[in-house]
């Protein structure tokens, strides 16, 4: 039995193609844990429909997601991949949540002050309740979808009682409020709920852009060579790290002063687990053009074999549904126990058998 394992959860939404820095913190965060954890991973399509999306585009990415960190080395044997709504409870969970959350807590999340201000809309610091909206594009609206994102998020995570949430630096503010809403809970109910604690990838690990290594490479950079994708063609990751921008000076050496370079090595040393002194050493002479292409062979051969496990997986869409499949079965039985019993605290009479 696995009950008494410890449990750790984490999700992603299906948004495309995985990055390097992704793979990175799969491998880390993931690969190594599941033998001593009770694993769940959520793929959160209900989190993707919080923005502008097209139907048949969340449909091909939800199961590319699956297969892609699959293909990475989320075991499926050692680990409960699921799709968040395959299993009843994530939107339940999170209504009652809505019910002990203030309004101004959701307001004052950076994210969601962040996405409300692409959509032209400025949230006031001094007033909860109100939006100024001047520049905001015709017709837009901050629907409130995107306020409930984190006590959905919020659900997930206590859905399943998790002991651990390994999340991006991103996250953390996000993972404190469900902290909060657990407590809360707890406090006027009574004791239901773990209080979950966020792992966070350490600082060393992230993979900065190519093209401005000031900046964390992300899918959203509006330079795409500034991303390397993990199903990249190994002769675009080629160009992509070729072409990356490096630092005045030709000495291979990691420091403050070289954030190109080291962002270089850094992801060097990722992909081959060797230190980045060791590397250091022996291009020690070298150009940057040698750096590059020893990076560049790195990452593919690191690369290929992903993406070869990648293109079997997802010809095999009977394979990965199974997985899924068996993901929600487990996700979901988990899942009714905690829901009922939050149920029962809340004072909603038993559903007569
Ligand atoms: N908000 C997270 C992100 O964008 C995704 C997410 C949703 C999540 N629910 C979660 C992460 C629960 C960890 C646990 O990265």
New binding site residues.
């Given amino acids: 039995m696995t009950e008494s394992k410890p449990v750790i959860?984490?999700?992603?939404?299906p948004t495309g193609q995985l990055t390097i820095g992704n793979f990175l913190g799969a491998v880390k965060n993931w690969a190594t844990m599941l033998d001593d954890h009770d694993c769940y991973f959520?793929i959160?399509d209900m989190?993707a429909i919080t923005v502008k999306y097209s139907p048949a585009e969340l449909r091909e990415n939800t199961l590319s997601c699956a297969a892609q960190y699959i293909a990475c080395g989320l075991d499926p044997k050692r680990s409960n991949i699921f799709v968040?709504s395959h299993v009843t409870g994530h939107t339940e969970l999170a209504w009652l949540l809505s019910c002990i959350t203030p309004i101004g807590e959701l307001q004052r999340m950076t994210?969601f002050k962040e996405k409300a201000a692409k959509l032209g809309f400025n949230v006031e610091e001094d007033n909860d309740l109100k939006f100024t909206h001047e520049g905001a594009r015709a017709g837009a609206s901050v629907n409130s979808g995107l306020l409930m994102?984190?006590v959905?998020?919020?659900a997930?995570?206590l859905l399943y009682n998790?002991d651990l949430?390994?999340?991006?630096n991103?996250?953390r503010q996000?993972?404190e409020l469900?902290r909060d809403l657990a407590q809360r809970f707890n406090h006027t109910y009574s004791d239901t709920f773990t209080i979950p604690k966020s792992f966070i990838s350490k600082q060393g690990a992230r993979v900065m852009a190519l093209q401005n290594p000031e900046r964390k490479m992300s899918k959203s950079d509006e330079n795409q060579s500034s991303t390397l994708y993990i199903l990249d063609d190994p002769s675009v990751l080629k160009k992509k790290i070729m072409s990356s921008v490096t630092d005045s000076g030709s000495k291979i050496v990691a420091s403050k002063e070289k954030p190109g370079v080291s962002n270089l090595l850094q992801i060097y040393s990722s992909m081959s687990g060797r230190s980045v002194p060791d590397i250091e050493s022996s291009l020690k002479g070298e150009g940057y053009g040698t750096l590059k292409k020893e990076v560049a062979d790195s990452v593919i051969s690191v690369l290929e074999p992903v993406q070869a496990k990648y293109k079997e997986l997802i010809d095999d869409k009977s394979y990965l549904e199974g997985v899924l499949r068996s993901g929600a079965e487990a996700a979901q039985q988990r899942a009714y126990k905690v829901l009922f019993k939050v149920y029962r605290k809340a004072g909603f009479v038993e559903r007569p058998r």
């Fill in positions: 959860l984490t999700c992603a939404q959520g959160v989190h968040q994210q994102y984190p959905l998020m919020a997930d995570i998790a949430v390994p999340v991006g991103d996250q996000h993972l469900c």
